[in-house]
């Protein structure tokens, strides 16, 4: 009963996945329904099938049924399913179009929407029947899942199997979100290429007038040669999103127009280079390249003389805790719903790691996930080395997990991760009986040949929140207890989690060590994850420097061992309090004021730098705005993060004329009068962002290049910034 499938519609899509899954498991029972007799009779000659039948007949064996007819018929056909398959079938379909399903189902049982798992390969072609169709066809391809709140987590698991078998990429989106995309990227499409192959010969008539259209016309047109009676149904079913699309592209035609008309040359210059950035960031996706900035490099310009406006602002979600939100609700059983997920680089990265793992995800959607989880034991060996861009996060956590996991794996990030130091987990991950291996010097990519581990206890050289999480979470599939020492206090977001998602450790504050046993059970929860404190701090120090700023963060994680930055900037006479405090998710959330006060310069040693181990470069800008000298020691860490972040801060602040002295652990810096100039953040995102800041007190303009990364943590920095008060423009320059 397991091997029955049914296929409902052998066009190219169902006809397709007939023959992949023919190919896939030649033990399959393939049936199919049709009404076109001759696609089943050369299904069924060609051995794509085993078998033809009635729709109702063929439903009623099978353990999964798919519905590959045109969008418009698939209510129909879905309401006959719903009466002739067993109540243990699942039901999926390829619909390009999902909303016009969501009224019907509502009229059918609860017990059938639990057991549908809509889904949309994107795999589409201008050609179309059983004749076209290929077994490689969705081989890398995307496909698309849209589950419903009330589809059950084992029906996505089943679905999602299915077409990672045959080769597929499996992402997932809310219904209402797929048929806004596809309106954008593939329904309007289509709506232009007939409305354009016909506009040539009916304003330009007379024979031979195609003699005279080129390849533009023939590429652009390509689309209009698709099935006119599939492509009515398609946009019939997805009218209102598809209109809304129209909208929105005669908007930007008309800027196209406008320029035109009005000989305004540069703008139009500037539609056609944005354009070609975005074609080219499209083939660069398509092409699997995932590193690379598409056009040139972005810069920050940052004029003098703005000011921080009062009032309320939000930053994106925490990045450490949305890391740790997938990589946790992967690993449980159940679905985890998490809210506040930072749509930055990083994050994003590891959500797509998860997905080729095989874990279903749907969204992000305005910062909400949801996550079927894997359970410990159900992550899949990934067909492709796992790309982690510019996050040292995702990489140490990940290959705690991976090390575990009973297949291979490669991690692999960007110029600037490739230089991470990674012994710091390679050694204890091999302790515990891990098959862990680096290129020359410990750096990335790093090769992992997981098997069975076994605990260790282990006390961390230096107090790194990185390598505690990575061996507690190596410890989840570790024999007996892990035990991490860290020899100073670093964030806990990992402990707090694993807590949440029922797991049980054992911390001895004391002596600052955590046990966890292996083998225990992830349950599924719910997160709800506060804006990161790390962002807000160039906010604070923007308020904290800018005369007369009162600016008040909302909602931002204060968990004790993220508020360095608080601390010390109280130290240095910053007027910060925090307002509503409360907790949100196992973790401590508060309002933050910060108000305008002068601020002094103070020495920070080696205790307190953990506690802010990402605020420095802020802390430096600080520093140069405060009367007298700030030293910092104890900080060698600072070195070996995104960039040499002693260095490039030391760079910069030459640049802008403050006095200051590094040292191989630390920096001086003598506040003082800040000038202006070009600075390179080096690609490092908080360099970029802190000294964007510090153009508030700037006398003359600053320009920062190599912004790209700062969307790895705060995606619309600027645009934030912008609108409290910096006079902030973004560029990008030829590269
Ligand atoms: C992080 C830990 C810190 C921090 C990084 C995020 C985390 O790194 O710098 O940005 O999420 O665990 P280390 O553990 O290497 O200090």
Redesign the pocket.
Known sequence: MNKHIAIIGLGLIGGSLAKALREFDASLAIAAADTDQNALARALAEGVIGRAGALAEICAQARIVVVAVPPLAGPAVLRQIAQSAGPETLVTDVASVKSHLLAMLASLPAGFRSRFVPGHPLAGSEQSGFGAARVDLFQGRNVVLAPLEETAPEAVARIHELWRGIGARVLAMSPERHDRILALSSHLPHVLAFAMAGLLPRRESGAGVHHYAATGFADFTRLAASEPALWSDILRANADATVAALDAFGEDLKQFRNALAAEDWPALGDHLRRARRARAAFDLARGGKEAGNAGGELCFHVRPGGAIASGEIRVPGD??IS??AIMLGALAEGVSRVSGFLEGEDALHTLAAFRELGVTIVGPEDGCLRIYGAGANGLQAPRKPLWLGNS??AM??LAGILAGQGFASELRGDESLSQRPMN?IIKPLADMGAGISAAAGGLPPLLIRGGRLRGIDYAMP????????CLLLAGLFAEGITSVREPGP??D??ERMLRGFGVELDTESRQGMTNLAGGQTLSACDIDIPGDI?SAAFFMVAAAISPGASLTLEHVGVNPTRTGIIDILRQMGADIRLRHPRESGGEPVADIEVRQKPLHGVAIGAEQV?LA??EFPILLVAAACAEGETRISGAA?LRI?ESDRIEAMAEGLEILGIEHETFPDGIRVTGGELGGGVIDSRGDHRIAMAFAIAALRCRQAITIRNCANVATSFPGFAALARQTGLDISEAEIDS
């Open positions: 990045k450490s890391h740790r040292g996060t140490r956590l710091r230096v107090a790194s929140a990185q390598i505690k999480s670093c964030r977001h990992t790390s953990a181990i990402d860490e993060k």
